[in-house]
Structure formats: structure tokens, C-alpha cells
């Protein structure tokens, strides 16, 4: 399974596009790139997840270059309620075990 | 939409007691899996299992044994509870088919004094 690599913590305002990025060098022809977000107290919840290029959904927009050796999950317009810890993984296809790695704890200030 | 409950959200057990975690989830699901969080460790896998009374071991199975009579139930026992136990306890289910998303429970905040 491949490592990924997050920033530890980032900080945004309400209203701002936030875009955190996360690097897996190893991740395989068969591996998926899959966010979850966990608020306090709460089990992670689904995000987002991709195989290349863009995906887009009600809540986020995924963006995988063309070696997909890194992502970036792309959150619009952030407000207060968005303030969580991101969890970027690579999850194989042939595979159900996936590894979370220690998140990105994202603070909006108003 | 799925859920997956988790018996309990606070749990107090002492030294050495016998510990059971249960997790239910209600969507036919084939996978299921415990994992423990901790402040800078983030999630780490215990034990999963992909078929009734089947499992395989994680990252950290040492000192936990689980049991999946039902599919719908996967539950974590701590045999002889210790210190280093206390910890955030989650339970997540997914589909047999691949690349689907891991659905959690609101988790068990286990404490042994």
C-alpha cells in the first residue's frame, strides 16, 4: 500500500477556495486516491476518491495529475463547519485493508 | 444510507477485565473492520474480516481478539484490558466489491484505569 504525505495543519478564512495536497510517489496502476474527513468525536466520513484527472461532487473537486504521483482535494467557499482533519488515502483495487496516515487539520476562521 | 452503530460512546473498564466492543452496520456489508485512533498515530487497523466467522489480523492485533458470528455484527474483545488500551475505537464496514468507500461508526472512547 502506498504512503502518502500531507501537511501536518493548515489555516483559511470563511469564504476562501482551500486546496490541500497530498503526495504518494509509490501508489500503484491499480490504486484509487480516496479523502475522508473526521470531525472531533466523529468516525471519518467519505469525501471524495479518484483514479485520474478530475472528479467533482456536491462537496469537493479531486484533482490527480497525469503520473498521479499527488492529488489535491479542493474545497470551495470553506466556512466554519469545515474545520476538520483530512485524511488522504491510497486504497488498492484488488485490496479491502487501507492505511490512513495522520491528516491535514484544517481551522477556518470567520 | 448505511449505518454502523457502535455499542458504546464512553466506555470505563478497569485493569485486566475482559472487554467487549460491539459494532453493528446494516447494509449487508462484507467487509468489517476495528481500528483504534491516538492523538499523532492517526488510524490504525486492528483486526478486519471480509466473511462471517472469518478475520485477519491488522497492524496491531496484540492484546485483541475479535469475533463475527452474524455478518451484520464484527465485535473487539480485549481479553485482559491494560493501560495502554485507553483509546478512541472505530468500527467501519464496506462492500466486498473494491474501491468502495469505508463507512464509520461515531466510535468508542475506551478508558482503563
Known amino acids: 500500500l502506498a504512503k502518502t504525505t500531507q501537511p501536518i495543519s493548515m489555516d483559511s478564512y470563511e469564504g476562501q477556495e482551500v486546496n490541500i495536497t497530498c503526495s504518494h510517489n509509490n501508489i500503484a496502476t491499480n490504486d484509487y486516491i480516496t479523502w475522508y474527513q473526521q470531525f472531533p468525536s466523529q468516525g471519518p466520513r467519505f469525501i471524495i476518491q479518484g483514479y485520474k484527472t478530475k472528479v467533482t461532487n456536491e462537496v469537493a473537486s479531486l484533482f490527480i495529475p497525469a503520473d498521479r504521483k499527488s492529488s489535491t482535494l479542493s474545497l470551495p467557499r470553506v466556512s466554519l463547519s469545515d474545520t476538520a482533519v483530512y485524511y488522504c488515502?491510497?486504497?488498492?483495487?484488488?485490496?479491502?485493508?487501507?492505511?490512513f496516515g495522520s491528516g491535514t487539520r484544517l481551522s477556518i476562521r470567520p | 444510507d448505511v449505518k454502523v452503530t457502535q455499542s458504546s460512546r464512553y466506555l470505563v473498564k478497569r485493569t485486566g477485565e475482559k472487554v467487549f466492543l460491539e459494532c453493528v452496520q446494516d447494509m449487508d456489508h462484507e467487509n468489517m473492520f476495528w481500528y483504534r485512533q491516538d492523538p499523532g498515530l492517526g488510524l490504525r487497523l486492528i483486526y478486519f474480516s471480509y466473511d462471517v466467522k472469518m478475520k485477519e489480523k491488522g497492524d496491531i492485533p496484540e492484546g485483541y481478539s475479535v469475533s463475527r458470528e452474524k455478518k451484520e455484527r464484527f465485535s473487539l474483545i480485549l481479553e485482559s484490558a491494560s493501560t495502554n488500551q485507553t483509546s478512541m475505537y472505530l468500527c467501519?464496514?464496506?462492500?466486498?466489491?473494491?474501491?468502495?468507500?469505508?463507512?464509520f461508526g461515531d466510535g468508542t472512547r475506551l478508558s482503563i484505569l
Open positions: 488515502l491510497v486504497v488498492s483495487r484488488s485490496a479491502s485493508k487501507i492505511i
Open positions: 467501519a464496514s464496506t462492500p466486498a466489491e473494491s474501491n468502495q468507500p469505508q463507512h
